[in-house]
């Protein structure tokens, strides 16, 4: 099997880095501390799930939409099921969710080609960046529109991982993650890999969620993984770089220590991934990622960085 770009990128970026490096003996540490931990569940309290159409074209609205809650003095907040406010990336799959229950129109792909703001804003409310995620949206109406159905679209991935974050970065544009370190280009597919994860979670690994090469995936290198490992002590940005992330100073998307941050983080599960195999636990890297990302929930002693982005 061709080997995932992301995790070759990750490791010639990590080998060169001048602002980001990992610390061996936290990660034994942090391996040592998921020896035991449980593994989540694809968190599915907030998502929807009915209809195999209607479920795919959620999905693939939900993590083209996936990226950059943070910006705004107030944080993006959505009442739950029980009435419970929910921020961020919960608060996007229940607003989604609600939308396929009551208008389940809103998926049809001619009416998500031709979203505007406006529309989007009707479901979404004040979430930020609207104008560019309302373009995602619109990305995802004429990928559906040329395929035919979501589902057709999945099918021609063929029960492939790799398959289908070629097909995702083929046809729609904002999920290119990709930066250029040092003369070269890198990967990171972030949205396009956890698509993978939710197809697979969603449908409990049948039907089309009945993905072959899973472990072909990488982490999904956000903002919460990377605030975590540098709570771990396992990654350790250099001194101003630290500094400017906890004056939450904005770190340019693309910059040399934007894609560091990631690359380590990419890098940092490769090793744990190694590690718990060794330990007698065999698991792959979105499980990790699943695993690190529910404890990044809690409070942290740092900041997450700030990077204004479509990617995560």
């Excluded at 799959?93 to 009707?122: I, S």
């Excluded at 083929?170 to 290119?176: D, I, K």
């Excluded at 904005?250 to 560091?260: L, N």
């Amino acid at each position: 099997m061709r080997e995932n770009p992301v995790r070759t990128s990750a490791r010639w970026v990590t080998r060169r880095a001048r602002y980001v490096r990992l610390d061996e003996g936290s990660l034994h540490s942090l391996a040592h501390k998921l020896e035991e931990a449980s593994l989540p569940a694809w968190e599915g309290r907030y998502h929807f799930r009915g209809d195999e159409e209607l479920t795919c074209r959620y999905l693939l609205v939900l993590d083209a939409l996936n990226f950059c809650f943070w910006p705004g003095k107030v944080k993006w907040t959505v009442p739950g099921p029980e009435g419970e406010p929910l921020t961020g990336y919960f608060a996007l799959a229940y607003a989604l969710r609600k939308a396929a229950e009551k208008t389940p129109d809103f998926y049809q792909p001619g009416n998500l080609a031709a979203l505007d703001e406006g529309g989007l804003g009707e479901v979404l409310g004040g979430i930020p960046l609207l104008r560019l995620r309302a373009r995602a949206v619109r990305e995802v109406g004429l990928l559906l529109s040329r395929f035919g159905s979501a589902r057709d679209f999945f099918l021609a991935a063929c029960g492939s991982c790799r398959r289908l974050v070629e097909l995702i970065t083929a046809y729609l544009p904002s999920f290119r993650d990709a930066a250029v370190y040092r003369g070269r280009e890198v990967f990171f597919h972030k949205r396009a890999q956890i698509l993978c994860a939710d197809l697979y979670g969603a449908f409990s690994g049948e039907g089309l969620g009945d993905l072959r090469d899973l472990e072909w995936l990488t982490a999904f290198a956000d903002y919460k993984l990377p605030q975590l490992l540098r709570a771990q002590g396992v990654i350790l940005p250099a001194p101003g770089l630290a500094a400017r992330i906890d004056r939450l100073e904005p770190i340019p998307a693309g910059s040399p220590e934007e894609v560091e941050l990631r690359a380590a983080t990419v890098t940092a599960v490769e090793e744990l991934v190694g590690l718990l195999k060794l330990r007698g636990r065999p698991l792959q890297a979105f499980e990790v990622d699943w695993m690190l990302w529910h404890l990044a929930q809690g409070d942290l002693p740092f900041p997450h960085h700030r990077t204004l982005t479509i990617f995560y």
